[in-house]
């Protein structure tokens, strides 16, 4: 049932309900549904939830001061036909990912509104009350309650709403990652999008490293030594046909490229085999894209393994040493550049400024394996 | 979406510009500074911004472990020499910014003579868990 959500919320939107009555109205026809399709399952479970849903909304509007309005609206609008489904989810996607949310908020509607998921389950994935998280929601929903969508909204902030979802990916009761990449996946077959395609397959090649990407006290574990043996295959085969597709549209975004760059890593069987080279090409590309100093961060890594450690130094002395992860960068290129006590003296600075616990402590264990090297 | 911690001293911060002991503020001075922390709690509820806070009392402890079969070791209170914690708050907010703000408006609470105390808060990041794609 909690499929069918987002296309009835869509259909209420659409035909000009204002979000959070809709939302109220659909969760009325669910708590109907819950009580009649035991004994009298329906043939249509979604036009059943639909009517009922709108029922439920015209009777309560009814009530209110914007009845007539509200009703001459409904009357107005033609019945939907299957085919608008794919619009109004859709029309969902824009709206919960309007600019006039603040990330968060934007985050916790999308996932409320399209994903279906209840207060509660969207509370325990970001570790914060349900209280708190329920407020979230509806000061999101009564922010966007005036907004009409009469045109299609800018697609990039929906992926970004998409990619700060992936990227929480805690694993309790709510998956975050594989909740994202289901959104996205509903997303690129209803629009069709380079860079939607560009962020699932990002999203897929690296959802198929994730089991090697931490070992088994959580400890995290460098792309270089991470047991490619457990990668997911299937999914980075899955991963690579997406983009390619995409790339083959040649309308390049940064998603696309970050993919790319993904895509190379996911290819090679050993660490040694990384192309460098044409990774280095990618984030060339992707620099040109953004403005991001972190691209221009992680390039640096690939000069220094493109055209060695001082090269690699060179590209970073151009960037501000305040950046998170700068320091963990120095390390890394002033070890292979065979300096290890400033290796080591970096890669405690760089452990006392992280904010990852995980990554604190593998930047604490690499500065005290350089530390324990006889000199 | 990042959780910060709010720590408020009794002692160990350096001195707030309005620096009054509580005890020697009017009584209703005492009653606008509660019901200004218990707003500024009340509306991060409503933006979605709050997680948890509690006040603590003045007294603690040391404790430490002292050895198989033997009981704990305590030490003090010595609540005159050691930076003294009076509450915490934990927020989630969408960026560091955010959480300064926040955290010069709870610094603005009223004191003695209905002024801000503009006291020092201790503001500290979470440490995260979570697995963000770095490489």
Known sequence: ?375 | MAKYLLLKHYRGAPAAVNDVPMPQWAPEEVTAHVAYMNDFADRLRESGEFVDGQALAPVGEWVRYDGEGRPPVTDGPFAETKDLIAGWMVIDVDSHERAVELAGELSAAPGAGGKPIHEWLELRPFLTTSHTITE
Not at chain 1, 162 to 182: K, Q
Request: proline residues 6%; charged residues 25%; aromatic residues 4%.
């Open chain 1, 1 to 375: 049932m909690k499929e069918l959500v987002p296309a009835v919320l869509g259909v209420l939107v659409r035909r000009g309900a204002d979000f959070a009555a809709a939302e109220d109205a659909v969760q009325d026809a669910l708590v109907e549904a819950l009580r009649v399709w035991p004994g009298d399952p329906p043939r249509d479970p979604k036009a059943w939830l639909i009517t009922v849903a709108w029922r439920r909304f015209v009777d309560a509007t009814r009530a209110d001061a914007a009845r007539r309005r509200r009703e001459e609206l409904a009357d107005r609008e033609p019945p939907p036909g299957p085919a608008r489904e794919r619009d109004d989810t859709l029309r969902l996607y824009f709206l919960c990912a309007h600019p006039s949310l603040t990330p968060s908020s934007a985050v916790a509607l999308t996932l409320r509104a399209v994903g279906g998921l209840t207060t509660r389950q969207i509370a325990a994935a970001y570790l914060v009350p349900e209280a708190t998280m329920a407020q979230r929601i509806s000061r999101a929903k009564r922010t966007v309650s005036g907004v009409h969508l009469d045109r299609p909204g800018d697609v990039a902030t929906v992926l970004r709403v998409l990619y700060l979802v992936f990227n929480e990916g805690y694993s309790g009761d709510v998956d975050l990652s594989a909740e994202a990449i289901r959104l996205t996946r509903q997303l690129a077959s209803a629009i069709d999008h380079p860079e939607v395609a560009g962020l699932l397959a990002l999203m897929l090649l690296h959802h198929a490293r994730r089991a090697s990407r931490t070992g088994p006290r959580g400890e995290l574990v460098p792309l270089a030594e991470q047991d490619r043996g457990r990668w997911d295959t299937a999914m980075i085969a899955e991963g690579v046909a997406i983009l390619q597709a995409a790339l083959a549209r040649d309308r390049l975004g940064e998603f696309q490229a970050q993919a790319a760059i993904a895509a190379l890593h996911a290819d090679a069987r050993v660490a040694a085999e990384t192309d460098w080279v044409q990774i280095l090409e990618w984030y060339d590309e992707l620099a040109a894209l953004t403005d991001s100093p972190i691209v221009r961060l992680n390039r640096a890594v690939a000069v220094g393994e493109a055209d060695g450690p001082r090269a690699g130094l060179a590209a970073l002395a151009a960037l501000d040493d305040t950046l998170p992860r700068y320091r963990a960068v120095a390390a890394h290129l002033h070890e292979r550049a065979g300096e290890p006590a400033v290796a080591a003296r970096l890669y405690a600075e760089a452990a006392a400024r992280s904010l990852d616990l995980a990554e604190r402590d593998h930047l604490t264990r690499q500065a005290a394996r350089l530390n324990a090297r006889p000199t």
